[in-house]
């Protein structure tokens, strides 16, 4: 099947979310510099995210380049998940002073992510057992920091009326059905 041409808004910027394009970003956002006599590398994302505050968002937001080349060639929902993931790693953990930057740059999100789009891309349609373990891992995670809240409520509640004295119990549910009856 021959695609017609790219025409519109997307024909000025498809140089962008070419591979090798995206291979360039991804080197000078994770690899582009070597430490001298070792092979640890890093990129501008890890000197960004030196600047307190806002580098983390910044690096965040250039890192976001390779997730959106994924969903306009067609990578699955579930390698976008992974890749939004990978992101919110980085700089949710990089936001930490120091440790969170020295994180950040032994992470590589831009690294994984370019990964994970040329292996979708060479094997389309086809998820790992990883992805989808990936996928519920986060999916729990998500359960248990939206249960956490509801949680310390429910037992800040138990200890407010655990102290409350009988009568003071009595005249609150008295309150409550005269409201609700109302």
């Known amino acids: 099947m021959i695609l017609p041409p790219i025409t519109g808004r997307w024909e000025r910027g498809v140089w962008l979310f070419r591979d090798e394009t995206l291979r360039q970003l991804e080197v ?13 590398r890093f990129g501008i994302d890890g ?22 080349a994924a969903w306009i060639r067609g990578v699955p929902y579930v390698t976008l998940i992974r890749m939004a993931v990978n ?5 949710l953990v990089g936001a930490i002073p120091l440790l969170g930057d ?30 989808w373990c990936f996928l519920l891992l986060l999916l729990c995670a ?10 310390i409520v429910a037992w800040l509640l138990a200890l407010l009326f655990e102290g409350l004295q009988p009568s003071a119990v009595a005249a609150f549910h008295v309150t409550i059905n005269s409201s609700v009856g109302a």
């Open 28 to 40: 000078l956002l994770d690899e582009a510099f070597r430490i001298p006599g070792t092979d640890f």
């Open 47 to 68: 000197i960004i995210g030196l600047i307190p505050g806002l580098g983390d968002v910044l690096a965040g937001l250039l890192s976001l380049i390779i997730p959106i």
């Open 87 to 91: 992101i919110a790693i980085g700089v």
């Open 102 to 131: 020295i994180f950040d740059v032994a992470w590589k999100a831009n690294r994984r992510n370019y990964l994970l789009l040329q292996r979708h891309l060479h094997e389309p349609r086809r998820h790992t057992w990883r992805d």
């Open 142 to 151: 998500l359960g248990v920091v939206f249960a956490i809240p509801i949680l």
